[in-house]
């Protein structure tokens, strides 16, 4: 038995796929990553949602010394994983707390919201050295004239006091909460949730 001859035909012109140029900034995946990111405020509405009772955060009968390392990194990690939105709203309240503080700060920031907001209600473009600003331009250039007005009345300061307060007390919490007290394994789902 002989079996027929099959011809397939594969001549044609190959072209070789566009190679991607790693090098060099790509604009649209930056426009694509700044999408991806919440806003402050879709921020604290999520974390207002995750948040655990303030009586729960500070019941005193739950601190604890730890036996050993091992265990004392471990309470962290966990206290740090259950209790994040409490922590969340630990740091914005020394934030709030310094400003209130720091009258000049206040009067800056405020002074720079204030022109921000006439920019934004005006919308009229200005012209700079001979280029259209537009209101974002705007109130980028406010922003950025306001940062040595917020250096001298000590925004660097207050930023690092915030800063190590808040590393000091959420480190201090996270380490002498007892977490075993209130959340056992079988309900330790929050490890697992994905936000």
Not at 28 to 55: H, K
Request: aromatic share 14%.
């Amino acid at each position: 038995m002989e079996t027929p001859e099959v011809h397939i035909d594969v001549s044609g012109n190959m072209e070789t796929p566009p190679q991607d140029v790693k090098s060099g900034f790509n604009l649209s995946t930056f426009s694509n990553f700044s999408t991806r990111i919440p806003s402050l405020w879709e921020l604290l509405r999520i974390s207002r949602q995750n948040i655990r009772p303030w009586s729960e955060f500070l019941q005193t009968s739950n601190f604890k010394t730890v036996a050993n390392v091992s265990r004392l990194t471990n309470r962290i990690i966990r206290n740090l994983a259950y209790f994040q939105s409490n922590y969340l709203f630990v740091f914005l309240g020394l934030i709030v707390y310094c400003l209130l503080t720091s009258p000049l700060i206040l009067i800056v920031l405020g002074a720079t919201f204030y022109a921000c907001y006439k920019i934004k209600q005006n919308s009229t473009p200005v012209a700079f050295f001979s280029k259209q600003l537009n209101t974002s331009q705007q109130c980028l250039a406010v922003g950025v004239a306001s940062v040595p007005l917020l250096y001298l009345a000590g925004a660097g300061a207050v930023m690092f006091w915030v800063l190590g307060a808040s590393f000091f007390v959420i480190s201090l919490h996270a380490a002498f909460y007892n977490i075993d007290a209130i959340v056992t394994e079988d309900t330790e789902s929050f490890l697992t949730e994905t936000v």
